[in-house]
């Protein structure tokens, strides 16, 4: 049984003769453990397509299978649960809260379901991300890399099906891009985390174990 | 959900400066409605301990019932107590003996001596001992005074002298009854009169009972009217008064919880992309309302005990030695209910902006989502007149319909709420003026005597005089030209003062609504005058004060129509002068003199100055309360369209910035403002003049309902119209010019980076 499943899936904007098509009848699979680099250019439909997958945007036609229950079948309590224990995105722009220390932002996700935090996962998290020194300081404390590093921290704690990568490295340099790619890598070969990155650079691309393109919409 | 408190908490405490608009909005509507709260409480508790003190607590009197008649009050289930007077003796023809029962006793405030223990000692007013020198120990005839009262709630005068009870049977009695529930009590008094057999006859609208005297004063003030019109009246007015007020504090403070929200969409949506739920964010609102609850009622709470003791202070200043001062009194329920209210207020307008957080969608967060209508239309007239960036300015109205709307509604009922206030209170304060002061400084009543009228006239100080005379000319039964009436007023105003104020006709003040002719015929009854012309009494003779038909005339006609004219009797005949001056201190010399001139002459003189006096500071005093009313409800006002002008603002920086970055001149962008201003000005006068007139015709009609006499001649708040609206125009630039300055110091680049998360 497949981990994740796109059934015909597409979304479109306007209507008439202003009507995009942004993801046009997408049909994937997606394993346990897979990191799968969806690549394309800008306007492609990729973040589309991983925001329809991350439960935050709802596909106009089609479906989402997660472990074969159809996500946007859900209520709006389920879609948050799932988004909370689940699915965990990782955005460009981080998306860290500004009031919160870098323990507080990567434990979030577990404070909002009121689950205690497993204090061993969380410290090899911190080493694993190279936040040790870090821990009590505030986001804008931080260099882009290592708020991106939180991101991906928050993302994991929760031990979800499958972390959601949207441009990961889209706002940092090279160095940092690296350390972040590396991390991800890791994380899939560590703890067999399903990652489903969208990027644009053919070299980061490289980092998964299995590549999609898209382009107006559809695979090719 | 501790993460969620730290979250609301933590933003609080690094967003000082914009919760402190909200705790503003907070403290002021609690000062507002806790202050509401105090004044209530406080009216009525003067007003129930003035109506006890005067008419005590029984709820209705049945007078010179047969004591056999004890058996059906006995028998009514509605009745919780009925206690008894009686007439067992008059004394010097003058002194009437009640005897009471002896539970009435607590009605009866004896200031000296003690309660009688048999029906030969009696209590006596103390008015009655000043006169004739009385006091305890003395006799009346065989009575012994044992105690003199100088207060009692029972329906007497101040012969009367009480007594022990006596034995009622085959007596004439006093029944004083109290029901044992207020609710649909004149129903019940109803009853138990139809069960003693009295007749009624309807009053006012309402049943009028023979022998019967209810204490509707104390029952009113418990909320209960014999009039349905009446109740209706001040159920409706209250109700409105409430309604238009708690709106008008939601809506504040909703404007205020939205701005707040406005800046943290970014944030909720985070959150709600990395699980949080609805509920979640929902509850983070309603937390952060709740934690500047804590802070802001307490404060507003004590600011409005200051600020009502310190009204109390004046009120009291202004009414010294007039009136016993007023102390502040804190009903518990009336104070709990304002809490609640307050509470309800606050948690109410935190609830539609936390179901809007919780509705964030989680994308939203992600990537921007524009939700603004299209418009293809080129605005031809607005281009005109404001050219390209006018037409832009409107196209903002247009499209961020939701934001300037939010600011129309608010800045609407601001005004509606002032000028409908204002029209209340200042129809409050013109009745005020019309019942309490007297119409002239001096008044004199004099018989018809010429020379007596030019010696009072030959006062130095006079500034004003108006003479007019007044008879009642009586008819006999059916001989009246009209129907159902058997008499009229007639009053003659002196020629000169008659010609300058109408012209030469007979007009009728006061006349039946059915009437539309009326004639006056002489000693034959044939037809004579018919009057040119029927008018309201204030637009006649303001210093007529009766409501029945008054024919008014010159002097010259008066004289003929009491020598010449028909009528079966004349009554009251009167001639008098009302004069107007600067120094009615000196009138009670000159008048003396007068008076001790003409000794065989009935001279009634009256100095209205020291109670026109007192009435000239009882009004100050009503003016001062009204118009701090009035100011709080300015202030309130002015600060919540601030708050939502202010905010439609500051949340824009960004595109103000990509305006700006795109090559907008700061000139055109101040154009684009004041444009803006001026569209949002006049769609809120528009709404809001039209609203507050329908308001005003509606509770005219209201008030028309109560059917005060004084409220009769409702005048439209002009003054607080303009008002109204030159406080919105000043409003509008004032804002703009301070969010101007804001935005103008803001890098554009800063500003478009602004993730306001």
Request: negative net charge; glycine residues 4%; aromatic residues 12%.
């Given at each position: 049984m497949s981990l994740l499943k796109l059934d015909n899936l597409c979304k479109f904007y306007g209507e008439d003769e202003t009507l995009v098509k942004a993801v046009d009848s997408v049909n994937l699979t997606v394993e346990e453990g897979e990191f799968i680099a969806i690549l394309g250019a800008s306007g492609s439909g990729k973040s589309t397509l991983l925001h329809m997958i991350g439960c935050v945007d709802k596909p106009t036609i089609g479906h989402v299978y997660l472990n074969s229950q159809d996500i946007y079948a859900l209520n709006d309590s389920k879609q948050s649960k799932l988004r909370r224990e689940s699915i965990s995105i990782v955005y460009q722009f981080y998306n860290l809260i500004p009031t919160l220390n870098v323990v507080e932002n990567i434990t979030l996700p577990l404070d909002l379901s009121r689950k205690k935090v497993d204090q061993e996962y969380l410290d090899e998290l911190l080493k694993l991300l190279k936040l040790e020194d870090r821990k009590k300081h505030l986001p804008n404390e931080l260099s882009g890399g290592e708020q991106q590093r939180v991101a991906i921290g928050r993302a994991l704690i929760t031990r979800p099906n499958i972390i959601l990568a949207d441009e990961p490295t889209g706002n940092l340099d090279s160095k940092n891009s690296l350390e972040v790619m590396n991390i991800l890598k890791r994380a899939n070969a560590i703890y067999k985390q399903t990652i489903i990155m969208v990027t644009h650079d053919e070299e980061l691309a490289k980092y998964a174990k299995r590549i999609i393109t898209m382009k107006d919409g559809n695979i090719v | 959900m501790k993460i969620l408190n730290k979250l609301t908490y933590d933003y609080l405490k690094l967003n000082k400066k914009k919760c402190i608009a909200t705790l503003v909005s907070i403290i002021l509507i609690t000062v507002l409605l806790f202050s509401v709260g105090i004044f209530v409480s406080t009216i009525r508790k003067t007003a129930l301990d003035a109506v006890i003190a005067e008419d005590g607590t029984k709820h209705v009197l049945f007078s010179e019932q047969d004591y056999s008649n004890y058996s059906i009050l006995n028998s009514d289930e509605n009745i919780k107590s009925i206690e008894i007077t009686c007439l067992i003796d008059i004394i010097n023809d003058e002194l009437s003996i009640e005897s009471i029962d002896d539970s009435l006793w607590d009605s009866i405030s004896i200031s000296k001596g003690r309660i009688p223990n048999n029906t030969n000692e009696i209590v006596i007013s103390s008015a009655y001992a000043s006169t004739y020198n009385l006091d305890v120990s003395f006799f009346i005839g065989e009575k012994e005074v044992v105690g003199i009262y100088n207060n009692s709630t029972l329906k007497n005068d101040l012969y009367t002298a009480f007594t022990k009870e006596v034995d009622y049977n085959n007596r004439t009695v006093n029944f004083y009854v109290t029901y044992k529930n207020i609710f649909n009590i004149y129903d019940k008094i109803y009853n138990t009169a139809d069960n003693l057999r009295l007749s009624y006859s309807i009053v006012m609208g309402h049943k009028s009972y023979a022998h019967t005297w209810v204490n509707s004063s104390y029952l009113a003030l418990l909320g209960q009217f014999a009039n349905n019109n009446i109740k209706l009246?001040?159920?409706?007015?209250?109700?409105?008064?409430?309604?238009?007020?708690?709106?008008?504090?939601?809506?504040?403070?909703?404007?205020?919880?939205?701005?707040?929200?406005?800046?943290?969409?970014?944030?909720?949506?985070?959150?709600?992309?990395?699980?949080?739920?609805?509920?979640?964010?929902?509850?983070?609102?309603?937390?952060?309302?709740?934690?500047?609850?804590?802070?802001?009622?307490?404060?507003?709470?004590?600011?409005?005990?200051?600020?009502?003791?310190?009204?109390?202070?004046?009120?009291?200043?202004?009414?010294?030695?007039?009136?016993?001062?007023?102390?502040?009194?804190?009903?518990?329920?009336?104070?709990?209910?304002?809490?609640?209210?307050?509470?309800?207020?606050?948690?109410?307008?935190?609830?539609?902006?936390?179901?809007?957080?919780?509705?964030?969608?989680?994308?939203?967060?992600?990537?921007?989502?524009?939700?603004?209508?299209?418009?293809?239309?080129?605005?031809?007239?607005?281009?005109?007149?404001?050219?390209?960036?006018?037409?832009?300015?409107?196209?903002?109205?247009?499209?961020?319909?939701?934001?300037?709307?939010?600011?129309?509604?608010?800045?609407?009922?601001?005004?509606?709420?002032?000028?409908?206030?204002?029209?209340?209170?200042?129809?409050?304060?013109?009745?005020?003026?019309?019942?309490?002061?007297?119409?002239?400084?001096?008044?004199?009543?004099?018989?018809?005597?010429?020379?007596?009228?030019?010696?009072?006239?030959?006062?130095?100080?006079?500034?004003?005089?108006?003479?007019?005379?007044?008879?009642?000319?009586?008819?006999?039964?059916?001989?009246?030209?009209?129907?159902?009436?058997?008499?009229?007023?007639?009053?003659?105003?002196?020629?000169?003062?008659?010609?300058?104020?109408?012209?030469?006709?007979?007009?009728?003040?006061?006349?039946?609504?059915?009437?539309?002719?009326?004639?006056?015929?002489?000693?034959?009854?044939?037809?004579?005058?018919?009057?040119?012309?029927?008018?309201?009494?204030?637009?006649?003779?303001?210093?007529?004060?009766?409501?029945?038909?008054?024919?008014?005339?010159?002097?010259?006609?008066?004289?003929?129509?009491?020598?010449?004219?028909?009528?079966?009797?004349?009554?009251?005949?009167?001639?008098?002068?009302?004069?107007?001056?600067?120094?009615?201190?000196?009138?009670?010399?000159?008048?003396?003199?007068?008076?001790?001139?003409?000794?065989?002459?009935?001279?009634?003189?009256?100095?209205?100055?020291?109670?026109?006096?007192?009435?000239?500071?009882?009004?100050?005093?009503?003016?001062?309360?009204?118009?701090?009313?009035?100011?709080?409800?300015?202030?309130?006002?002015?600060?919540?369209?601030?708050?939502?002008?202010?905010?439609?603002?500051?949340?824009?920086?960004?595109?103000?910035?990509?305006?700006?970055?795109?090559?907008?001149?700061?000139?055109?962008?101040?154009?684009?403002?004041?444009?803006?201003?001026?569209?949002?000005?006049?769609?809120?006068?528009?709404?809001?003049?039209?609203?507050?007139?329908?308001?005003?015709?509606?509770?005219?009609?209201?008030?028309?309902?109560?059917?005060?006499?004084?409220?009769?001649?409702?005048?439209?708040?002009?003054?607080?119209?303009?008002?109204?609206?030159?406080?919105?125009?000043?409003?509008?630039?004032?804002?703009?010019?301070?969010?101007?300055?804001?935005?103008?110091?803001?890098?554009?680049?800063?500003?478009?980076?602004?993730?306001?998360?």
């Amino acid at each position: 049984m497949s981990l994740l499943k796109l059934d015909n899936l597409c979304k479109f904007y306007g209507e008439d003769e202003t009507l995009v098509k942004a993801v046009d009848s997408v049909n994937l699979t997606v394993e346990e453990g897979e990191f799968i680099a969806i690549l394309g250019a800008s306007g492609s439909g990729k973040s589309t397509l991983l925001h329809m997958i991350g439960c935050v945007d709802k596909p106009t036609i089609g479906h989402v299978y997660l472990n074969s229950q159809d996500i946007y079948a859900l209520n709006d309590s389920k879609q948050s649960k799932l988004r909370r224990e689940s699915i965990s995105i990782v955005y460009q722009f981080y998306n860290l809260i500004p009031t919160l220390n870098v323990v507080e932002n990567i434990t979030l996700p577990l404070d909002l379901s009121r689950k205690k935090v497993d204090q061993e996962y969380l410290d090899e998290l911190l080493k694993l991300l190279k936040l040790e020194d870090r821990k009590k300081h505030l986001p804008n404390e931080l260099s882009g890399g290592e708020q991106q590093r939180v991101a991906i921290g928050r993302a994991l704690i929760t031990r979800p099906n499958i972390i959601l990568a949207d441009e990961p490295t889209g706002n940092l340099d090279s160095k940092n891009s690296l350390e972040v790619m590396n991390i991800l890598k890791r994380a899939n070969a560590i703890y067999k985390q399903t990652i489903i990155m969208v990027t644009h650079d053919e070299e980061l691309a490289k980092y998964a174990k299995r590549i999609i393109t898209m382009k107006d919409g559809n695979i090719v | 959900m501790k993460i969620l408190n730290k979250l609301t908490y933590d933003y609080l405490k690094l967003n000082k400066k914009k919760c402190i608009a909200t705790l503003v909005s907070i403290i002021l509507i609690t000062v507002l409605l806790f202050s509401v709260g105090i004044f209530v409480s406080t009216i009525r508790k003067t007003a129930l301990d003035a109506v006890i003190a005067e008419d005590g607590t029984k709820h209705v009197l049945f007078s010179e019932q047969d004591y056999s008649n004890y058996s059906i009050l006995n028998s009514d289930e509605n009745i919780k107590s009925i206690e008894i007077t009686c007439l067992i003796d008059i004394i010097n023809d003058e002194l009437s003996i009640e005897s009471i029962d002896d539970s009435l006793w607590d009605s009866i405030s004896i200031s000296k001596g003690r309660i009688p223990n048999n029906t030969n000692e009696i209590v006596i007013s103390s008015a009655y001992a000043s006169t004739y020198n009385l006091d305890v120990s003395f006799f009346i005839g065989e009575k012994e005074v044992v105690g003199i009262y100088n207060n009692s709630t029972l329906k007497n005068d101040l012969y009367t002298a009480f007594t022990k009870e006596v034995d009622y049977n085959n007596r004439t009695v006093n029944f004083y009854v109290t029901y044992k529930n207020i609710f649909n009590i004149y129903d019940k008094i109803y009853n138990t009169a139809d069960n003693l057999r009295l007749s009624y006859s309807i009053v006012m609208g309402h049943k009028s009972y023979a022998h019967t005297w209810v204490n509707s004063s104390y029952l009113a003030l418990l909320g209960q009217f014999a009039n349905n019109n009446i109740k209706l009246g001040v159920y409706a007015l209250i109700f409105f008064v409430l309604f238009i007020t708690s709106l008008f504090c939601i809506l504040i403070v909703r404007n205020s919880f939205t701005i707040n929200l406005v800046e943290r969409k970014k944030q909720f949506a985070t959150l709600r992309s990395i699980g949080a739920s609805k509920a979640q964010i929902f509850k983070m609102v309603i937390i952060e309302a709740f934690m500047l609850s804590i802070i802001a009622i307490p404060i507003g709470i004590i600011l409005s005990i200051i600020f009502f003791n310190l009204i109390i202070l004046v009120f009291n200043n202004i009414l010294e030695n007039i009136i016993e001062p007023l102390s502040i009194y804190y009903y518990p329920s009336l104070i709990i209910i304002s809490l609640l209210f307050i509470i309800f207020t606050i948690f109410t307008s935190a609830f539609v902006p936390a179901l809007k957080a919780s509705k964030i969608s989680p994308i939203s967060g992600i990537k921007p989502v524009y939700n603004l209508k299209k418009s293809r239309e080129k605005y031809p007239l607005i281009n005109k007149l404001f050219g390209p960036i006018g037409v832009l300015a409107y196209k903002n109205t247009k499209r961020n319909k939701n934001k300037f709307n939010s600011s129309i509604i608010s800045m609407s009922i601001s005004i509606i709420l002032f000028i409908t206030f204002s029209f209340l209170i200042n129809n409050i304060v013109i009745a005020s003026e019309d019942v309490l002061l007297e119409d002239f400084d001096i008044s004199i009543n004099i018989p018809d005597d010429s020379v007596l009228y030019n010696e009072i006239l030959s006062i130095p100080e006079i500034d004003e005089v108006i003479t007019y005379k007044s008879a009642y000319l009586y008819y006999d039964n059916g001989k009246f030209p009209e129907e159902d009436m058997d008499s009229l007023l007639l009053v003659g105003v002196d020629n000169n003062y008659y010609q300058e104020h109408y012209d030469n006709g007979i007009y009728v003040i006061n006349a039946p609504d059915d009437i539309n002719e009326f004639v006056l015929y002489d000693n034959e009854y044939n037809y004579v005058y018919t009057v040119s012309g029927f008018r309201e009494s204030s637009d006649m003779l303001e210093f007529i004060h009766i409501n029945s038909p008054v024919m008014v005339v010159d002097f010259d006609t008066y004289n003929t129509i009491l020598t010449n004219y028909s009528y079966d009797y004349v009554w009251s005949r009167e001639y008098n002068i009302g004069i107007n001056t600067d120094k009615p201190e000196v009138f009670d010399r000159y008048m003396e003199e007068i008076i001790n001139d003409f000794p065989e002459l009935d001279i009634n003189y009256i100095n209205y100055a020291y109670y026109n006096y007192e009435a000239r500071q009882i009004l100050l005093a009503i003016k001062f309360v009204c118009y701090t009313i009035i100011g709080a409800i300015a202030i309130l006002s002015i600060s919540a369209m601030f708050n939502s002008l202010n905010t439609n603002i500051i949340t824009r920086e960004k595109e103000f910035a990509m305006l700006r970055s795109m090559g907008l001149s700061k000139k055109d962008l101040n154009k684009l403002l004041i444009y803006e201003g001026i569209f949002l000005g006049i769609k809120t006068l528009i709404i809001s003049l039209i609203i507050s007139i329908i308001l005003i015709f509606g509770m005219g009609k209201l008030i028309k309902l109560l059917n005060i006499s004084s409220l009769k001649n409702l005048i439209f708040p002009t003054k607080y119209v303009i008002i109204a609206i030159v406080i919105l125009i000043a409003l509008i630039f004032l804002v703009i010019m301070y969010s101007k300055n804001k935005i103008k110091n803001n890098n554009i680049v800063d500003a478009i980076k602004n993730e306001n998360i």
